[in-house]
């Protein structure tokens, strides 16, 4: 599903982020796309999935 709606980012890519870059928040996860630098509104989601995603390493 789409979570960053103003760049077309997906849950696949974000977690794909914090697997295979190692991504733990959304400032490392700036590094390596253009997210949640917009209207904002998919900050929070954003940061969910990472965590969710940690957990689940
Ligand atoms: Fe992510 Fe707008 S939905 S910046």
Redesign the pocket.
């Known amino acids: 599903m789409y979570?960053?709606?103003?760049?077309a980012?997906t849950d696949k890519d974000i977690k794909q982020a914090v697997t295979e870059q190692g991504a733990g928040n959304i400032r490392d996860l700036r590094n390596h796309m253009s997210?949640?630098?917009?209207?904002?509104?998919?900050?929070q989601i954003?940061q969910q999935i990472i965590d969710s995603t940690i957990l689940d390493e």
């Open positions: 979570v960053c709606l103003c760049n980012i997210i949640a630098n917009q209207c904002g509104k998919c900050t954003t």
